[in-house]
């Protein structure tokens, strides 16, 4: 099933049919992916120089940690500063910065907080520390959030609570399908976001704007298969939504999940950071797990402030307007050192990874 995903010899056929096909379009096309993985495997491995000069990959808004608000992101640090609460997140929101500082500076300047390889570490945090209030801030798309869920579902201790700040991907495909000026010809869908909530959600974008949509793998060769698969629809004029990650991916995805996310959250428009409000891109949490809302809990509001640094280019990077290093900032002021923007600080962020990977981009 799996033995061929990194065999470079079926590489090599696929770019061919690639290659082949590519003559019968009447006009180049350009491919969007929304996911941070599929960035790093394209990046990686050097696939837009492989690619025909009339087929442009680019990348979007496919990192949730570079589309978290500065508001939320102040409220996180603004709460770490209490002197009974132990503020807890992923490594990549560390070193993003905010409209002041980041979690890593209020680290250093002696405030709580700490990095937890999920929400589980987080509540038995709180078990440890029953005289503390531990805050999880939870981030991410619909990969991550069954797993908060989860614990929220499962009884907590009263001394834990979240800050939500999940989104949900689908409904991105409306303002990225009405972008002016960036006509899209197909979307290489998210793996793993569709390993959780399934491909139909994906339909109604397919056919509403008669676009090419597949689900893909994050192995070269499920790029390229992909890719192979978005042409063709393309070259015959459909518009359906394919998945080439069968092995993972079911068209009604894992129903567990969805159920774990449905019973929880409840969804509410959303800010992107450097997009705007989409509506019912994020996620809130429902009245009944109230107690376990920071915002509710400790009687906070949050603020929108701005929402790019000085001179970053991130909110063009996240639509794919321009690529990284057309950031005046790129790799000159902003580095994964020192971070200007958020997309250089994630691993799935398309600044660090172009940066990582030093492609070059004409």
Known sequence: MTSGIRDIEISKQILEKINFESNNLSKPITI????????????????RNLLPDNIKIISGPGCPVCVCPTGELD????????????????????????????????????????VVYGPNDAVELARKNPTKEVVFFAIGFE????????????????????????????????????????????????????AIIGAKPFELYAEKYRTPMVV?????????????YILRQTIKKEAFVDNTYKRIVKRE???KAIQYISDVFEPVD?????????????????KKFEEFDAVVKFNVKIEEKIEMPK???????????????????FGKSCTPRHPIGPCMVSHEGACKIAFSFR???D
């Open 32 to 47: 969007m992916h929304v996911c941070g993985t599929h960035e790093y495997t394209v990046a990686k491995n050097g696939l």
């Open 75 to 114: 409220l996180a640090i603004e709460l770490s500063k209490r002197e009974n609460v132990i503020m807890t997140t992923f490594g990549d929101m560390m070193r993003v910065p905010s409209s002041t500082i980041s979690l890593f500076k209020a680290r250093a300047q002696g405030h709580d907080v700490r």
């Open 143 to 194: 990969t991550t959030t069954p797993s908060v869920a989860f614990e929220l579902i499962n009884d907590p201790p009263s001394n834990f609570s979240i800050i939500c700040t999940h989104k949900t991907v689908p409904p991105a495909m409306d303002l990225l399908l009405n972008l002016p000026n960036l006509e899209l010809s197909g979307f290489l869908l998210p793996g793993h976001v569709c």
């Open 216 to 228: 893909g793998g994050f192995e070269v060769n499920d790029v390229l298969m992909s890719l192979y």
């Open 253 to 255: 995805g894992n129903k």
């Open 270 to 286: 959303s800010v992107w950071r450097g997009i705007g409000m989409i509506s019912n891109s994020g996620l809130k949490i429902r």
């Open 311 to 329: 001179g970053c280019s991130c909110d063009k990077v996240l639509i794919g307007n321009i690529p990284p290093q057309k950031c005046p900032l």
């Open 359 to 361: 492609e070059i981009i």
